[in-house]
C-alpha cells in the first residue's frame, strides 16, 4: 500500500487544515485530537511520511523512533497526565480500525480510563 499523500495528517503537516499544536520539533507533531475522547486527547505523528507503526518500525531512522518516543513523553509531561497516568494507543491497519492512514499515536489522560480488552474475544 502506497502513502496517501492526501490524507489528512498530511494536510495538517502541511498546514492546509489547522490543528491545536501541543508539541512540535524536527521529526514530530503533536495536537489535540478533534472528536476528543477523554480531557486529555492528544494525537502524536511523525513529520516523515509513514503508513503505520509496522512502517514507521521498518522504515524510520533512528533519530526519527527516538524523537518519537521521547515526543510521547514529552507531550504527557507537559499535559500533566504523567503525574496521574495516560494511555498511548496506536491502531494499526484494518483489524484495529485505523482510519487516518499516517503513523499516529493516541495519548488519553485526565480520568480514569479503565481496563484495556479487545472488544470480544476469539
Ligand atoms: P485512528 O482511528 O486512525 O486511530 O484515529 C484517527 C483520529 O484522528 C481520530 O481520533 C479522529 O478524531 C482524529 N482526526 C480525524 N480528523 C482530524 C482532524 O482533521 N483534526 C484532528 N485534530 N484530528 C482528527
Known amino acids: 500500500m502506497a502513502y496517501d499523500n492526501d490524507n489528512i ?3 495538517i503537516l502541511r498546514r492546509e487544515i489547522p490543528a491545536e499544536k501541543v508539541y512540535e520539533d524536527e521529526h514530530v507533531l503533536a495536537f489535540h485530537d478533534i472528536g476528543k475522547l477523554a480531557p486529555v486527547h492528544v ?3 511523525p513529520k516523515g511520511a509513514y503508513i503505520s507503526i509496522d512502517d514507521f518500525s521498518e522504515r524510520a531512522s533512528d533519530a526519527e523512533l527516538v ?3 521521547r515526543a510521547v513523553g ?3 509531561r507537559k499535559l500533566g497526565v504523567a503525574k496521574t497516568g495516560y494511555r498511548v494507543v496506536t491502531n494499526c491497519g484494518t483489524d484495529a ?5 499516517h503513523f499516529h499515536s493516541h495519548i488519553f489522560g485526565g480520568r480514569k480510563l479503565g481496563g484495556v480488552r479487545p472488544p ?3
Open 97 to 101: 480500525n485505523q482510519e487516518v492512514s
Open 67 to 69: 524523537a518519537y518516543v
Open 74 to 76: 514529552r507531550v504527557a
Open 120 to 122: 470480544h474475544s476469539g
Open 9 to 11: 495528517f498530511a494536510c
Open 43 to 45: 494525537l502524536v505523528i
